[in-house]
T-cell receptor, first 116, second 111 residues
Framework: GAVVSQHPSWVICKSGTSVKIECRSL??????MFWYRQFPKQSLMLMAT?????????EQGVEKDKFLINHASLTLSTLTVTSAHPEDSSFYIC????????????FGPGTRLTVL | RKEVEQDPGPFNVPEGATVAFNCTYS??????FFWYRQDCRKEPKLLMS???SGNEDGRFTAQLNRASQYISLLIRDSKLSDSATYLC????????????FGKGTKLSVKP
């Protein structure tokens, strides 16, 4: 069965609105979750590392005020795209890892965001 | 130079063919290596880890050459269901588990 769920699976919104994406670890408690973004025909790019109970760590070039991450529990992390613009349209995927060695990451099914 | 480079393909092969994908990585401190598979509009799924000694899982064989910073994946007896994009992934030492993904190599297996 699925290890990670994401909601919604797709969303279409108007420019300027905010969109919240949820990522849930279904099988185990995850102190660390990762958020990725994938543009068409491009590789997955890590946006941020979400740590339960503390601030997320953002990758260079990712605006923390635009992509708000909340990891309030060991099974839930949320990514909010604030004031979305068409260039934010992408495939957003979260992942969780079971062990401290991070040898395998389990990916959520992804959320396809289209901003009109 | 990109951190992880792959030939984007597509590789179009008949069923039963043997196909090989290559990947190079730029960071010599990279510690762990993986092949993931991604179907169209789906999330990546781990296919196999890659070990220095080389490893095999059924029809799939992965090789790692640390000196050349080169990883390969060999698929024997291709099936229609093998059609997907294969992602070369590395993780660097000391990171929080950050995975660096290649753009992927697209494989299409035809009947």
């Amino acid at each position: 069965g699925a290890v990670v769920s994401q909601h919604p699976s797709w969303v279409i919104c108007k420019s300027g609105t905010s969109v919240k994406i949820e990522c849930r670890s279904l099988d185990f408690q995850a102190t660390t979750m990762f958020w990725y973004r994938q543009f068409p025909k491009q590789s997955l790019m890590l946006m941020a590392t979400s740590n339960e109970g503390s601030k997320a760590t953002y990758e260079q070039g990712v605006e923390k005020d635009k992509f708000l991450i909340n990891h309030a529990s060991l099974t839930l992390s949320t990514l909010t795209v604030t004031s979305a613009h068409p260039e934010d349209s992408s495939f957003y995927i979260c992942s969780v890892t079971r062990d401290i060695l991070f040898n395998e990451q389990f990916f959520g099914p992804g959320t396809r965001l289209t901003v009109l | 130079r990109k951190e992880v480079e792959q030939d984007p393909g597509p590789f179009n092969v008949p069923e039963g063919a043997t196909v090989a994908f290559n990947c190079t990585y730029s960071n010599s401190a990279s510690q762990s290596f993986f092949w993931y598979r991604q179907d169209c509009r789906k999330e990546p799924k781990l296919l196999m880890s890659v070990y220095s000694s080389g490893n095999e899982d059924g029809r799939f064989t992965a090789q790692l050459n640390r000196a050349s910073q080169y990883i390969s994946l060999l698929i024997r007896d291709s099936k229609l269901s093998d059609s997907a994009t294969y992602l070369c992934v590395v993780r660097s030492r000391g990171s929080q588990g950050n995975l660096i993904f290649g753009k992927g190599t697209k494989l299409s297996v035809k009947p």
